[in-house]
């Protein structure tokens, strides 16, 4: 079965509507690790489908994020982004360049009684913050400038 039927399958039993522009948005986001936002899809897919709106992109990405297909990542205030692997996972983040990355180790994150309180913990999400190696290298390359 190809990429595109696959995709088609996956969404159809999940009672979304198979338009050409959403099969697009799809496929873009099928394995994507980049961590894209909506302006960034929309970027992409409108080079296909240049009439396709934006609301297009953000309703079906809404509806992916129901439907627990996408994850909806508020890293960065000014917008948000999409990870389709919905697999428990933490992410590694770029304060400069904002790159996102997964890290896929468990940490143990066991609360005390104490702690938790009257809290009912149904999941977590842990976020490490810092320069990627990109990032670094030119910090330490204008330093000695």
Do not use: W
């Not at 770029?94 to 913990?121: M, Q, W, Y």
């Amino acid at each position: 079965m190809n990429k595109q039927c696959f995709l088609k399958e996956k969404y159809k039993n999940l009672g979304l509507k198979l338009t050409p522009q959403r099969i697009a948005i799809f496929e873009f986001l099928e394995g994507n690790t980049s961590h894209p936002s909506a302006e960034e899809i929309f970027q992409h897919v409108s080079e296909k489908y240049p009439t396709m709106s934006f609301s297009t992109v953000y309703n079906t990405l809404e509806a992916l994020r129901k439907n627990n297909q996408v994850m909806e990542l508020t890293i960065d205030q000014s917008r948000k982004r999409y990870d389709p692997n919905t697999e428990h996972h933490h992410h590694l983040i770029c304060t400069k360049c904002k790159k996102i990355r997964d890290i896929h180790k468990v940490f143990p994150l066991n609360l005390s009684a104490e702690e938790r309180g009257d809290f009912i913990v149904t999941g977590n999400h842990v976020e490490f913050y810092g320069l990627c190696g990109e990032c670094r290298e030119e910090a330490f390359i204008n330093t000695r400038g």
